[in-house]
């Protein structure tokens, strides 16, 4: 990058106030010009560009009724065309896709993303490498290292720079982000898995132990009664349908509570799991 921050200075040196208060523009900065309050172009590029305002209509049509001065007009300059379009789209619209129809791909891509729009097709021609870039960069297509190395000379403007520097951060820098997000997607997949299998396995113990548990005392239990009902069997056998009866009551009645309470640690389970899984997260990030 020392070699682009190199270019950058060279650049900036050879740019007029208007391209370089764009370019900053582009970055995410602000480059403050002086201008003639008589100079309607420029008040409006400032206005877009610089103090980031919206336009009176009244210099919005001054600009619009303006005539060519030596074959330069606000529809044929690119800073001042988007510098229009920031301010009024739906009048600007026509011009601008007469423009960018007359021009590289690069533009396009340029007045696309400070426009947030998108048109429906490549308007441009693709005459340099830059313009490749921009073409790949509009499609969402992936950038190649080869097409960063063939572009990097042919820069020769601010905005050609700034495209190669967005291409060459698509190209490293959103791949490392694309293949930290399939480390998560494969970490939090992995762990999922491998925590359902040990809850179920620890469910599964817990359940067997709790079940070895009750049926020992229920045996038990029902030793004692049968020996019971065995020595009072004159007396008792009556009440040997009735025992039946509330025995089989007392099953079911076991069994429901073992139920819910199986439900119940499995939805246990699943909220610790999703708290694990939040702290992979941040472990991750």
Not at 19 to 46: I, Q, T
Not at 51 to 71: F, H, N, P, W, Y
Not at 173 to 202: G, H, L, Y
Request: hydrophobic content about 45%; overall charge negative; glycine content about 4%.
């Amino acid at each position: 990058m020392v070699y682009l921050d190199e270019l950058e200075s060279s650049l900036v040196e050879k740019a007029n106030e208007l391209e370089l208060a764009l370019y900053r523009f582009l970055e995410g900065d602000k480059y403050d010009f002086s201008f003639s309050e008589d100079n309607a172009v420029m008040k409006l590029c400032h206005s877009s560009y610089v103090s980031l305002q919206k336009s009176a209509s009244k210099d919005i049509a001054v600009v619009r009724e303006s005539k060519a001065i030596a074959g330069i007009h606000y529809t044929n300059n690119d800073a001042q065309l988007l510098a229009m379009a920031i301010q009024d789209l739906s009048g600007e619209r026509s011009n601008v896709v007469k423009y960018l129809s007359c021009h590289g791909v690069k533009y396009q891509y340029i007045f696309e993303r400070v426009l947030d729009l998108k048109f429906d097709s490549l308007l441009g021609s693709i005459d340099d490498s830059i313009d490749v870039l921009s073409r790949k960069m509009i499609l969402d297509h992936e950038i190649e290292e080869s097409d960063l190395c063939k572009a990097i000379s042919s820069i020769t403007s601010l905005i050609e720079l700034f495209i190669y520097k967005k291409a060459f951060s698509n190209r490293y820098i959103d791949i490392e982000d694309r293949v930290m997000d399939k480390i998560k997607t494969d970490v939090e997949t992995s762990f999922r898995k491998e925590a359902w299998i040990v809850t179920n396995r620890i469910f599964t113990v817990v359940l067997i132990f709790l079940i070895t548990i009750l049926f020992y005392y229920a045996w038990s239990f029902l030793v004692r009664v049968l020996d019971y009902i065995l020595s009072n069997w004159d007396a008792l056998e009556p009440m040997t349908w009735i025992l039946g009866v509330l025995s089989t009551g007392f099953f079911l009645f076991i069994g429901k509570k073992l139920k819910h309470f199986g439900l119940y640690f499995l939805h246990s389970m699943k909220k610790s799991m999703g708290r694990l899984i939040g702290f992979s997260h941040d472990i991750l990030d």
